[in-house]
């Protein structure tokens, strides 16, 4: 087995447990890493890549659901368990004193023949022979800025019937992990992370419609039909460039997020966003 450790960038708390889980896992006889950049912080010799996650059988991440994110987006749908140095904690289940009890739990588990693994939905955008990363939390369609004078043109449409259009700063897709994230900001739904499905959401749209709920297995396109630059974004990360008009597909992405570890407590975590 082999287990990769990412802590959150420049945290000494997040460095100091990554190295604790990582000790307590090698006493196990289990092949384990740090990051690159939390081994050089702690001058624990040479780390490695965080891409190097998608080769491991766990990947943890130590951090607030930011860091879980960034470690999922490299893991490639290896389970991740995330403890939790956040505030709210929607994807990181585990808090700081049980961290290496949980690590340790899931080795075993491997070793009898399973981990406790939960599966997420991902998204991916498509458009002009280009494809975008796998979201975790949204993908976003929009214009170079936003309000008077920025924004789109559109048609929005799910599995190709017609469901709005008109002009808007822009239009989300988000799933239910994303629905607590820039879904929320924009007046979209909470959704329970067992649902299955996605939320198509316009961005402050002149005459839009209400966010819609749709079957995680639907096909939502944003044809954008005015000229001018298109920036389609994934969990607000590496904005593409694209000239409109140009036609935008979201569809579910394979493999989804693997979440491993215990299930956080989906109504507690709402609790600290008031």
Not at 99 to 110: D, T
Not at 143 to 157: A, C, Q, S, V, W
Request: glycine content about 12%.
């Amino acid at each position: 087995m082999q287990v990769g450790i990412v802590a959150r960038k420049g945290n000494p708390r997040a460095a100091a447990l990554a190295s604790d889980v990582r000790d307590a896992v090698a006493e196990r006889d289990v092949s384990v890493w740090l990051d690159a950049v939390t081994a050089e912080y702690l001058d624990a010799g040479p780390g490695r890549s965080v891409s190097a996650l998608a080769d491991c059988d766990l990947a943890v991440a130590v951090g607030g659901d930011g860091t879980f994110l960034f470690a999922a987006r490299n893991a490639d749908g290896v389970p991740v368990l995330g403890v939790n140095l956040g505030e709210v904690g929607f994807l990181n289940a585990v808090p700081p004193d049980e961290a290496e009890r949980a690590v340790l739990r899931e080795v075993e588990r491997f070793r009898d023949g399973g981990m406790s693994v939960r599966e997420a939905p991902r998204l991916v955008a498509t458009a002009d022979g280009w494809e975008s990363l796998p979201a975790a939390n949204e993908v976003l369609v929009t214009g170079p800025r936003r309000g008077h004078g920025g924004g789109i043109d559109y048609e929005l449409r799910v599995d190709g019937s017609l469901y709005s259009g008109g002009h808007a700063d822009g239009v989300l897709v988000a799933t239910p992990t994303g629905s607590t994230a820039y879904n929320l900001s924009e007046r979209g739904p909470l959704v329970h992370p067992t649902v299955d499905g996605f939320i198509v959401n316009e961005m402050c749209a002149e005459e839009g419609m209400p966010p819609l709920a749709v079957g995680v297995d639907a096909s939502v396109t944003v044809t954008v039909t005015s000229p001018g630059d298109v920036i389609v974004a994934s969990d607000g990360r590496n904005p593409h460039e694209l000239g409109g008009p140009v036609e935008v597909s979201v569809r579910r992405a394979t493999p989804p997020m693997r979440i491993a570890g215990p299930p956080a407590d989906f109504f507690e975590a709402l609790g600290k966003l008031s």
